[in-house]
């Protein structure tokens, strides 16, 4: 038995198996050794490096200790003014004493206050646009939207040219599509009526940072100056003396902190470029800098507003799930692209903490269905992460679970290829966008996603169940003679053409139930044969098209309705036939030989198909002696299917079968396995041809006798006690031939013909203890030994004669009591 690559099993009599390898690999053996920080940190960069985010959240942390010394001393610095000096030493004090402190203090409020808010809005200030020049050009798009609003035609032909109507609707849906954002686009928010850019909130944390810059520097300047000239506190109060110095060292203190720390953040940021540095060790491309920047801002602010341990747990896979819920594009961008990035980088890491997050992964599934022009690099950013994610079983399960996400992975496909002409005029805005559309690069992460789903047994039944669905993933199949004999045809045509392929090969593949329907529907799909004929007709230079269409055909000739659409599909089985008897098509023969054997499986329309070749027989007796296990092994199976199953009308034609006797009486007193199985079932078809003479000529042919033979048929009995998956029907075969020999040596004995076959076949089995065997095979009978091919657990094709009624007969024979019955 094999089981076909994806999960469902060909024809029971042979074939090696093997299935596909998984994207994700296999999973590798554990130790008993506690998860640990280190091992984590490999996983995630590959070379033992920690993330290069982590820096950030480190420069943080320190930015954020310093930010509290200082705002802890000017807090304290604050307190002692007005508590101690303005309350208790207000009238004592010295005009310029009162002034300075005055100043200090209105001056340290206000930067401390400044300070509350000024991560806000340098926090708002990073929301920039990452489109280019989308916020430069934002006044004159202003002035053209109030033209197009009042004239479309003039604000179009404003622009110069001969305008045409179709630029004008082109410039409407802009419009639309400008005013459907119906939020405020926090950076471009003017606070101030009639104040232009001034007053923007994206300049009010650079005004906010100069303030405290200022503040601090003249609170430097009067405290210095005041400690320099210590002619304060002289009078009649002895201790204002000490509290006005403790207040100018404080107030200096808190100061040269905060510039110390401004200091700190500009040698890092604009000296060691520490924002450019780690943009270059993630790869995130010309994003990096805006992207590093929200990171930094986000992590600087939790740790200044809650807890200084608070930034450094952040990490940028955390971050980018949340820019990618936000509804502004920039954001969504700068969010994808970072997964997008990771997600090839650090895979396992980043997918394991994307697979646990459902919000992020419906996010994502959602921004497969975005067509917008303006959406197209965050689409296909997120097809490239779901693609990952789908890689990933325990993930494809959880993308699958999503309401609608098989439809918004098939918005990903299109299959409209035709374009109206240049000079036409009618053609409209949205093809000349669709043309302009990156389609090809969507086509190859769809089928990709779909092939990764399609690994669940689920998802193929849901894949199936989806409308147009299966259609489309068909049409991807069909290759035209250019694309395939041209060597210059782009490798993501071909790549389509092969993905399409191999989903299809895993949806005729599915076991059970599900894989029934999904063959069925496949075969009804018109286009379906005639694609894979054309793969096969011209595909000389594409081998790995060839083997897939093959083996879907293979999968599709486990359904009668199926065998029908493919014989009747003319060329078809020429064009197999030529493959598997081309000497030097060695893997594709095989291939090609599995699917003839499985047409031939109880089909007398594919056997005549098949005969329709006049060497067909020729070659299949050459083909038994050749060297390759798999060519020998489908040959047989082919010849064995063809004298089953061809009918009384080719038996005639059939009878030159015998003459491969004694090669494969050779191959079962030597052979092991689907070869000894399949060799066993072919030598009970071809003594339907020939009488105990010629067997026992062939015998003498393959270098053994009856005795020889009778012993090889109980040892394999013995080594098969009990039924085997892999050759479900090598004891049926035995038992089979087991009858012939008996009832071949009655009708011997019965007619007086002593010649060459005057051997009691059924002493030579009694002595070799075949009854004790049948009694013990009588026992052990399975359901598995009733099918002629599987999928999965599921058998198909069931024998005519139940395998219990076989074995019932070989004994009433063996026993000697007259019995006749058919093999």
Same mark, same amino acid.
């Given at each position: ?15 090696? &198996?093997? #299935? ?27 070379? #033992? ?97 109030? $033209? ?22 082109? !410039? ?26 001034? !007053?923007?909130?994206?300049?009010? &944390? ?11 520097? =003249? ?69 990096? $800098? ?44 700068? #969010? ?55 890689? %990933? ?29 240049? $000079? ?37 039944? %849901?894949? &199936? ?5 299966? =259609? ?18 782009? /490798? ?23 894989? %029934? ?44 309705? /199926? ?64 060297? #390759? ?6 040959? =047989? ?50 003594? %339907? ?66 010649? &060459? ?5 059924? /002493? ?38 139940? !395998? ?20």
């Amino acid at each position: 038995m094999k089981y076909r690559k994806g999960g469902a099993a060909a024809a029971a009599a042979g074939g090696s &198996g093997g #299935g596909e390898s998984n994207d994700d690999g296999s999973s590798k053996a554990g130790r008993d050794a506690p998860p640990s920080i280190q091992l984590e940190i490999i996983e995630y960069n590959g070379g #033992g490096r920690e993330p290069p985010e982590k820096r950030l959240t480190l420069f943080a942390l320190r930015l954020a200790v310093l930010e509290k010394a200082a705002s802890g001393l000017g807090k304290l610095d604050f307190v002692w003014a007005t508590v101690v000096l303005l309350g208790g030493f207000a009238s004592a004090l010295t005009i310029t004493d009162f002034w300075c402190v005055t100043v200090i203090l209105v001056s340290e409020g206000a930067r401390v206050f400044s300070r509350s808010h000024e991560l806000e809005w340098q926090h708002h200030s990073t929301l920039t646009s990452t489109a280019g020049g989308a916020l430069r050009s934002s006044s004159r798009f202003f002035r053209r939207l109030v $033209h197009a609003l009042v004239d479309p035609a003039a604000a179009v032909v404003s622009d110069g040219g001969d305008a045409t109507r179709d630029r004008a609707a082109q !410039f409407q849906r802009q419009v639309v599509a400008f005013m459907r954002q119906r939020a405020w686009h926090a950076p471009d928010v003017s606070l101030l009526p009639y104040t232009g850019w001034v !007053f923007v909130s994206k300049k009010i &944390g650079r005004l906010l940072s100069w303030h405290q810059l200022l503040s601090a520097s =003249a609170c430097v300047a009067l405290s210095v100056a005041r400690l320099w000239r210590h002619d304060f506190g002289s009078g009649e109060t002895s201790n204002m003396r000490p509290a006005l110095l403790l207040f100018y060292t404080l107030a200096l203190a808190e100061a040269l902190l905060f510039l110390l720390e401004k200091a700190y953040w500009t040698w890092k940021i604009s000296v060691e470029k520490l924002l450019d540095q780690v943009g270059r060790e993630c790869e995130l491309g010309a994003y990096g $800098h805006v992207s590093l920047t929200r990171f930094f801002y986000d992590a600087y602010s939790r740790c200044v507003t809650g807890s200084i341990f608070d930034g450094i747990k952040m990490d940028l896979v955390t971050f980018a799930e949340d820019l990618i819920v936000s509804e502004f594009l920039d954001e969504q961008l700068i #969010g994808v692209r970072i997964l997008q990035r990771f997600a090839h980088a650090a895979e396992g890491s980043t997918l394991r903490k994307l697979g646990t997050s459902p919000r992020s992964i419906e996010r994502l599934v959602e921004m497969l269905n975005w067509k917008r022009p303006d959406e197209e690099e965050v689409r296909l950013c997120s097809a490239e992460v779901v693609s990952k994610l789908a890689g %990933k079983r325990q993930n494809a399960l959880r993308v699958s679970g999503i309401p609608g996400a098989i439809e918004s992975v098939m918005s990903l496909l299109y299959t409209g290829w035709s374009a109206p002409a240049s $000079h036409d005029t009618t053609a409209s805005p949205s093809s000349a966008a669709a043309r302009g559309y990156d389609h090809p690069q969507f086509n190859l992460l769809g089928l990709l996603i779909l092939k990764r789903l399609a690994r669940d047994h689920d998802n193929c039944g %849901k894949i &199936g169940n989806t409308r147009g669905l299966l =259609a489309k993933i068909i049409e991807f199949t069909h290759a035209k003679p250019e694309l395939l004999l041209n060597p210059l045809t782009p /490798a993501s045509q071909v790549r389509a053409v092969k993905r399409a392929l191999k989903l299809v090969k895993m949806l005729v593949s599915t076991t059970g139930g599900t894989g %029934k329907i999904l063959r069925r529907d496949v075969a009804e799909n018109v286009f379906t044969v005639s694609s894979l004929r054309g793969v096969l007709q011209h595909g000389q230079q594409h081998r790995a098209l060839q083997k897939l269409a093959m083996d879907i055909l293979t999968g599709m000739a486990m359904d009668d309705d /199926a065998k029908q659409v493919i014989v009747s599909t003319g060329g078809v089985v020429k064009l197999l036939l030529s493959m598997f008897f081309n000497a030097d098509e060695k893997e594709l023969g095989g291939e090609a030989g599995e699917a003839l054997a499985m047409l031939a499986l109880e089909s007398e329309a594919s056997c005549a198909a098949i005969l329709k070749r006049g060497d067909v027989l020729d070659h299949l007796v050459s083909a038994l002696e050749d060297d #390759g296990e798999a060519r020998r092994l489908n040959a =047989a199976r082919l010849m064995r299917n063809l004298c089953a199953y061809a009918g009384e009308t080719h038996r005639p034609r059939l009878s030159k079968v015998a003459k491969a006797m004694p090669v494969v009486l050779k191959a079962t007193m030597t052979g092991s396995d689907k070869i000894l199985e399949v060799s066993v079932g072919l030598t009970t078809q071809i003594c %339907k041809f020939i009488d105990g003479d010629r067997f026992a000529a062939g015998l003498r042919a393959a270098g053994t006798d009856e005795r020889g033979y009778v012993e090889r048929l109980a040892s394999i009995l013995r080594e098969n006690r009990y039924p085997v998956i892999r050759v479900p029907r090598m004891r049926r075969f035995v038992v089979h031939q087991v009858i012939w020999l008996m009832t071949s040596s009655s009708s011997a004995a019965g007619d007086g013909n002593n010649g &060459g076959v005057g051997v009691d076949y059924v /002493a030579l089995l009694r002595e070799a203890g075949m009854e004790r065997l049948l009694e013990s095979i009588a026992d052990t009978t399975s359901e598995l030994e009733c099918y002629h091919v599987f999928s999965g657990s599921v058998g198909i094709g069931k024998h005519r004669e139940s !395998f219990s009624a076989a074995v019932d007969a070989a004994l009433e024979l063996l026993a000697g009591d007259g019995a006749r019955a058919e093999a």
